[in-house]
Nanobody, 128 residues
């Protein structure tokens, strides 16, 4: 059974930092892109960041560029999202996602439809 388990969410003041982790089990995602999305009540789930299987290519939503960094450790089957200079508008449930159909693809997708596997989400709340 494939599982993606996020951790590291919580409550932080504006300007603070959090590091999200997503540990995969049940299969290896070492050859697949992985990403982070977020969602607030009443809104569509939106792309935050993605990383290619090798870590060579990354992409970010414009609003988080320069503040968030996605990385991965394939030896641990884990992807991370370092979030710095957090703002109240970053408050959301953050979801980890993994592709599972196109191995070793060089580019990353910002579309949630491209990702086959999802975690249960972790809440990030940024107070002003």
């Amino acid at each position: 059974q494939v599982q993606l388990v996020e951790s590291g969410g919580g409550l932080v003041q504006a300007g603070g930092s959090l590091r999200l982790s997503c540990a995969a089990s049940g299969r290896t995602f070492n050859y697949f892109s992985m990403g982070w999305f977020r969602q607030t009540p009443g809104k569509e789930r939106e792309f935050v960041a993605a990383i290619s299987w090798s870590g060579t290519n990354t992409d970010y939503q414009d609003s988080v560029k320069g503040r968030f960094t996605i990385s991965r450790d394939n030896s641990k089957n884990t992807v991370y999202l370092q979030m710095n200079s957090l703002k109240p508008e970053d408050t959301a449930v953050y979801y980890c996602a993994a592709e599972g159909k196109s191995p070793m693809r060089g580019y990353v997708s910002t579309l949630k439809e491209s990702y086959e596997f999802w975690g249960q989400g972790t809440q990030v709340t940024v107070s002003s």
